[in-house]
Nanobody, 124 residues
Framework: QVQLVESGGGLVQAGGSLRLSCVVS????????MAWFRQAPGREREFVAR????????YFADSVKGRFTISRDSAKNSLYLQMNSLKPEDTAVYYC?????????????????WGQGTQVTVSS
């Protein structure tokens, strides 16, 4: 059974930092491209960042570029999202997702496995 379990969300003031984690089980983690998406209240889920299976290729949404970093640790079957200089508009539920393909993607529909999400709230 494939499981993706996010953690690390919480309440933080604007300008602060949080580090999200996603522990993956039930699949060959090192063979999957991984990504973070987020969904704010009343809005559609949107792409945040992705990382290749090797960790050598990353890509970010313009809204988080320069503030967020994505990384992975295959020894721990874990994905991370370091979020710095947080803004109130970063408030959302953050989801990790896994894609088993040789091609990169930022589209939700291309990711087969999803976690349950972790809430991030940034106060002004």
């Amino acid at each position: 059974q494939v499981q993706l379990v996010e953690s690390g969300g919480g309440l933080v003031q604007a300008g602060g930092s949080l580090r999200l984690s996603c522990v993956v089980s039930g699949l060959s983690f090192s063979s999957y491209h991984m990504a973070w998406f987020r969904q704010a209240p009343g809005r559609e889920r949107e792409f945040v960042a992705r990382i290749s299976w090797s960790g050598g290729n990353t890509y970010f949404a313009d809204s988080v570029k320069g503030r967020f970093t994505i990384s992975r640790d295959s020894a721990k079957n874990s994905l991370y999202l370091q979020m710095n200089s947080l803004k109130p508009e970063d408030t959302a539920v953050y989801y990790c997702a896994a894609r088993g393909s040789s091609y990169y993607s930022t589209a939700m529909a291309d990711y087969r496995y999803w976690g349950q999400g972790t809430q991030v709230t940034v106060s002004s």
